[in-house]
């Protein structure tokens, strides 16, 4: 029996991505060769990667709006070195906001290539909040945020208006709420959260914002040169692209980003609920700063622990455990997080407290 699957990442798919996955790496489309062992110029690849790409813009709602969709190599991790080498000049400035351990690490890699200023940060109350109000500089050349904080499960419920181009690494929340993402001139995401499988990260950016910095840019980092060679550059990661391509279908077919969003907010409710209601757990996270997508929590009493990790393990739940730099534990339900696994957590947790409260 397949198990509930709360991983922060690489974590949950679809169940039909899955299988039709599978089925493509041993038999692509009846052609008697594997998916991974046809080049990636054959015609059928290129329609994978060309109608994901297609597939990015149309559930973002950005087609035909200036933004090019690319999947690239190098995790969102690449992103955060590339961004900077595309849109920080030699003597300009970046800003950023400092919401956890990733977005930190998006500033320190831009600082390998200039001036970054952190504009806010919420690093005093160990990142359980998403600074407001935050007054943004004009002479920057970005403003960089981290719209969900995988590791802290914090999520900015709106962003700075500002003229000042917007980079934002959406890495653990792509396409799982509607928001405007034309207010964004660059988007980043690895894929394996709300995506695909590991190995590729996507990036939409709209193309009027490069070119305009007078650094040389090494082709693999060049926004430019991917979006030339349609993002075939070199090699992309072909069933990591086909397991995003085979999502997005499916995220299409379920009614896009509303219909999801719908699930997610249902999904959320119901832990938040019960994280609040138990008398045995607590969210750690302000309540108007919660992530729709990791839910995080601690135990109220530490000596409890080893017997919650028991009880749930023995309920076929995995991937529960808080990341090693806050413990406690933390349930990531991202798009493809059924309903029944949120409710058969809520359960347990109210079994638990039966049995220890
Ligand atoms: C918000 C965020 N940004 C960046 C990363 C790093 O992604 P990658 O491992 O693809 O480099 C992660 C990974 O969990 C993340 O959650």
């Known amino acids: 029996m397949k198990k509930h699957n709360f991983s922060a990442g690489p974590s949950i798919l679809a169940p039909e991505v899955l299988e039709k996955a599978s089925q493509a790496v041993l038999n692509f489309e009846g052609k ?62 970046a800003g950023y906001v400092n919401t956890g351990t990733w977005a930190n690490n998006a500033q320190n890699e831009a600082a390998f290539l200039g001036e970054v200023a952190e504009i806010a940060s919420s690093k005093d109350k160990n990142y359980s909040y998403i600074p407001k109000n935050i007054s943004i500089p004009s ?92 993002s075939m550059y070199h090699t992309p990661a ?45 969210g750690t996270v302000q309540t108007e700063d919660r992530s729709l997508m990791n839910a995080v929590f601690v135990l109220n009493d530490k000596h409890l622990e080893t017997a919650f990790d028991e009880f749930w393990q023995a309920e076929n739940i995995s991937g529960l455990k808080g990341h090693r730099t806050v413990g406690g534990y933390r349930a990531s339900i991202y798009n493809a997080m059924p309903m029944e696994s949120v409710q058969h957590l809520v359960t347990v947790m109210q079994h638990f407290e039966a049995k220890f409260g």
């Open 238 to 282: 072909v069933f990591a692209v086909y397991t995003c391509y085979l999502t997005l279908k499916w995220l299409k077919d379920l009614g896009g980003i509303p219909a999801i969003e719908r699930r997610n907010i249902a999904k959320a409710n119901l832990l938040y609920s019960e994280i609040d209601r138990n008398s045995l757990f607590e």
């Open 139 to 230: 002479d920057l050349d970005y403003l960089h945020l981290t719209s969900n904080n995988t590791i802290y499960g914090t999520q900015f419920q709106s962003f700075p208006v500002t003229d000042v181009p917007l980079v934002c690494d959406m890495s653990s929340d792509i396409f799982s709420r509607v928001l405007d993402f034309s207010q964004f001139d660059l988007i980043y995401a690895g894929a394996q959260k709300n995506i695909g499988a590991s190995g590729t990260s996507l990036v939409v950016v709209k193309e009027e914002v490069l070119g305009k910095i007078d650094r040389a840019i090494p082709n693999i980092m060049n926004y430019q040169k991917h979006i030339e060679r349609e």
């Open 32 to 93: 008697g060769l594997s998916l991974i062992e046809i080049s990636h110029r054959s015609p059928e690849f290129v329609t994978v990667i060309n109608e994901a790409r297609a597939l990015v813009l149309e559930l973002l709602d950005l087609k035909d709006k200036g933004y090019a969709a690319l999947f690239l190599q190098g995790g969102a991790s690449m992103e955060f070195i590339r961004v900077a080498f595309n849109l920080l000049n030699t003597n300009g400035k």
